[in-house]
């Protein structure tokens, strides 16, 4: 049996980065992927002469110069800047929290008018917020947080607001301006020919086999190799032998329509709780395609079960706790390396993925 440097379990970004800087170093790479195809969550194929985004809406975005060359030596990247639209029971409004938003909902025009009714709604909380629903109103008020936030984050997460990490909502941007732009990173694209040429190319000169689960024979996939990097589920790498950590599954349903322009965006928002689904996305929007069909995507958040994907860890106390159990035997391990948002059970966007693949690749190539 051939024996390789790496042996690679998954072939997403994170491996597919790591993949390229150990073989710039001259070591040999396997690869195996359970899947039929590379590229983890970042996938992306034609359909209809439209990059279709199989795995949800992905937009790179990132503040790190570095990471930003790093992706761009392999692809170019377009200029879209992702400003999606929140749909509230026919009501439209727009993302992230801004001045659009603030004026829409208040029926006024200046940041001091909005900065005034938020003031005096984020009053209820005192002290520092304790989970999502006290941080969410602490940072734009009660009636924004009713129509955009408490419906979609309960459909997200599958739980109250209440009982989610503060964290989560933090992640997106409130401005007093009239900026409509979902980040505030400094660069912002997605790749003209798609993610998956980008991992093509991150893994080209490896050998890779699809269809193939690690666990399915373990002990020999390890012996093909003089050092392994898992980028699976942690907890499933031992065996769950401290518990199941949560996560949240997502289920996609795409649909093809014999129409130019479905939605005129790339992204909506369902914020209700009535409508199941979360979001829904319009792929050519992504590349400014001007094709005569179009393609959507209905994306259901659900609980997550053994067999299906899990797409999202759930970072709260409970699982944080549990996860540290098993990074404290990932820890011991001298011939295993653990990385990726399954590995290290972490919410990573594309460009921390990108970042913390290198940072490895520092200290073990
Ligand atoms: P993954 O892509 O999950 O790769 C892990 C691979 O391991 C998978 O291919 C899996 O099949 C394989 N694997 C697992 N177990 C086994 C096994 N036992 N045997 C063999 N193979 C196995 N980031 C952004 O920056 N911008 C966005 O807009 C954005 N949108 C997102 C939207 C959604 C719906 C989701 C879920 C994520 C989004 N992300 C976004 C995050 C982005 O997808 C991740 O940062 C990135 O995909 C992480 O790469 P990874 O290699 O860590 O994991
Ligand atoms: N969120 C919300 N309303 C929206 C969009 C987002 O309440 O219209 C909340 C929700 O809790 C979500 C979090 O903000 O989980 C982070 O949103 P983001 O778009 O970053 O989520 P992701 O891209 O990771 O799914």
Known sequence: MKQYDYLIVGCGLFGAVFAHEAQKKGKSVLFIEKRNHIGGNIYCELQEDILVHKYGAHIFHTSNKRVWEYVNQFVEFNNFINAPIANYKGEIYNLPFNMNTFSKMFQISTPQQAQEIIEAQRGEIKGEPQNLEEQAISLVGREVY???IKGYTEKQWGRDCKDLPAFIIKRLPVRYTYNNNYFNDRYQGIPVEGYTALVEKLIDGCDVLLNTDFFSDKEKY????DTCLYTGMIDAFYDYCYGELGYRSLRFENETLDMQNYQGVAVVNYTEREIPYTRVIEH????????EKTIITKEYPADWVA???PYYPINDAKNTELYQKYADLAANETKILFGGRLAQYKYYDMDKCVEAALALCDRVL
């Open 284 to 291: 050519k929007h992504f590349a400014f395609g001007t094709q």
């Open 146 to 148: 009713t129509k955009l």
């Open 222 to 225: 390890l012996a093909m190799a």
């Open 307 to 309: 067999g299906m994907e």
